[in-house]
């Protein structure tokens, strides 16, 4: 029965989220990588406060992040992909 349910788990890949490995089933969204770990702040508003996806299709433009060093990639548009570095306003300081 084991050897059956490791048959049909999904491949994983890593990525890095600011700065921290997690490991996911492939075919997930950056942003849904986001909710996994907890990063709940793609980036801050004028006023430092902290910002999050919105619409989850791309209207919103609030799910912004740094991707292997491209800024302004939507979060909810990109698809995970082993090795990325993905880079939120998590940590930022307003």
């Not at 990525?15 to 801050?44: F, K």
Request: glycine share 8%; hydrophobic share 45%; with cysteine.
């Amino acid at each position: 029965m084991r050897d059956e349910l490791k048959a049909r788990q999904l491949p994983t890949l890593t990525v890095q989220i600011d700065g921290a490995p997690v490991a996911l089933p492939h075919a997930m969204t950056v942003l849904a990588a986001l909710m996994v770990a907890a990063r709940l702040c793609t980036r801050r508003g004028m006023d430092g406060a902290p910002r999050f996806a919105l619409c989850g299709i791309g209207l919103c433009q609030e799910c912004r992040v740094s991707i292997d060093g491209q800024a302004q990639r939507l979060a909810c548009q990109t698809f995970c992909r082993d090795g990325m570095r993905i880079v939120t306003a998590m940590d930022e300081r307003p």
